[in-house]
């Protein structure tokens, strides 16, 4: 796979290499697969292989593929929810869902001829915040495409899609990487020891874009260990103190990034508390603080942990969808399981 795509794991990619050599790639593809492995970055590399200038797509050096690359290409328009529509009076900007209004305006631009490429391309993502209605006026468009327009529709939960939706998209699942495999590009790529890299390999399990997000927000390793203080420090905390922590997690009510990043590195953790109650210390993510893990793990009754994790996601999941961060994390924090016994003295 060329490393045009700066993307990792070749499955998906070479298929569309070979749609693009062959000049076959079909009027509209669906990209699925789990959360975070990448399948935004491999659409927006497939828009630019469609406009690219240069001698082998995508260059990534031309004028449209850095313009696509920046987001300001006219023929290549990310549509999720809170896009833009024809009504000058509605107002998505805090929208979690995909409406007929935008999906209108969507079909009124793609019946015009390309206006600074080869190719119109309509990443819609993620493709299953589209409303019913919207799905319905979405799917007479995708019956009678116009010409020179691509439509690539990106979803963690393509089920979620009507199946007449779904069968008139050529679809290619984009998995996560193995460990190793993840762990040599960052080696490769941002400069990380092998150790740092597989431990955030791990971490990420297989996640591309966890691991460039996370990266973006700092040190991820650094991060990580912070987390894993606060989870135990939390266990034996006060209700004032946990309910403080969450006000303080929340921040100002925008959006929870540091709030979803935080759920991230607790699930590995209560994950891995799981996996060393379970004697299977040798398949924690924590490997550096196995030792810990395995004594910490006794503290708690296996049922209780499994019960927390769940908590996690469904908060991870009302954070997503726009709920109060503050109440959310409240509610999270006071459901933290009750250790059986005191915390192990280490000295540390």
């Known amino acids: 796979m060329s490393a045009r795509w700066e993307v990792v794991g070749g499955g998906v990619v070479a298929a569309l ?9 079909p009027h509209a593809l669906l990209l699925s697969g789990p959360p975070q492995v990448g399948k935004g970055a491999i659409a927006r590399a497939l828009a630019q292989a469609l406009n690219c200038e240069g001698p082998e797509r995508p ?18 328009e990310v549509v999720g929810p ?13 929208s979690r869902v995909i409406g007929i209004c935008a999906v209108r305006r969507l079909e009124s631009v793609a019946a015009l001829q390309p206006f600074e490429g080869r190719q119109r391309v309509f990443i819609v993502d993620p ?21 020179a327009v ?14 007449t939706v779904r069968s008139r998209c050529r679809q290619l699942t984009v998995s996560p990487l193995p460990v190793s495999e993840l762990a040599e590009w960052l080696v490769r790529e941002q400069d990380l020891s092998e150790d740092a890299a ?22 991820p390793l650094e991060t990580r260990r912070a987390q894993a203080h606060e989870v135990r420090r939390l266990v034996d905390a ?8 969450a006000q303080s997690l929340a921040g100002g009510g925008g959006e929870p990034v540091s709030a979803l990043t935080a759920l991230e590195h607790w699930i590995a953790w209560w994950r891995d508390l799981l996996l060393a109650r379970a004697a299977c210390g040798e398949q924690v993510t924590h490997q550096d603080q196995r030792e810990e893990l395995e004594v910490e793990c006794r503290r708690f009754r296996a049922a209780d942990i499994v019960r927390f994790m769940r908590a996690l996601v469904e908060t991870q999941t009302h954070l997503r969808h726009g709920v109060n ?19 192990a003295t280490t000295g540390k």
Request: glycine share 4%; proline share 6%.
């Open 150 to 163: 691509t439509f690539v529709l990106v979803s963690a939960r393509p089920a979620l899609l009507r199946a």
């Open 82 to 94: 809170g896009a833009i529509c024809r009504e000058s009076d509605h107002d998505h900007s805090r």
């Open 59 to 76: 260059c990534g050096e031309c004028r449209s593929c850095r313009r696509i690359a920046e987001g300001k290409h006219a023929d290549v």
């Open 127 to 147: 493709a299953d915040a589209l409303t019913d209605e919207a799905e319905d006026a979405f799917l007479k468009t995708l019956e009678e495409p116009p010409p």
């Open 17 to 25: 290499e070979r749609m693009l050599a062959a000049e076959r790639v």
């Open 198 to 219: 597989g431990i955030l390999a791990r971490q990420a399990r297989g996640r591309i874009r966890w691991v460039r997000e996370a990266l973006r927000e700092g040190d």
């Open 325 to 343: 961060p503050r109440l959310a994390l409240e509610a999270l924090v006071l459901r933290i399981p009750a250790a059986t016994e005191p915390a």
């Open 238 to 245: 006060s209700q004032a103190d946990r309910l403080s922590y």
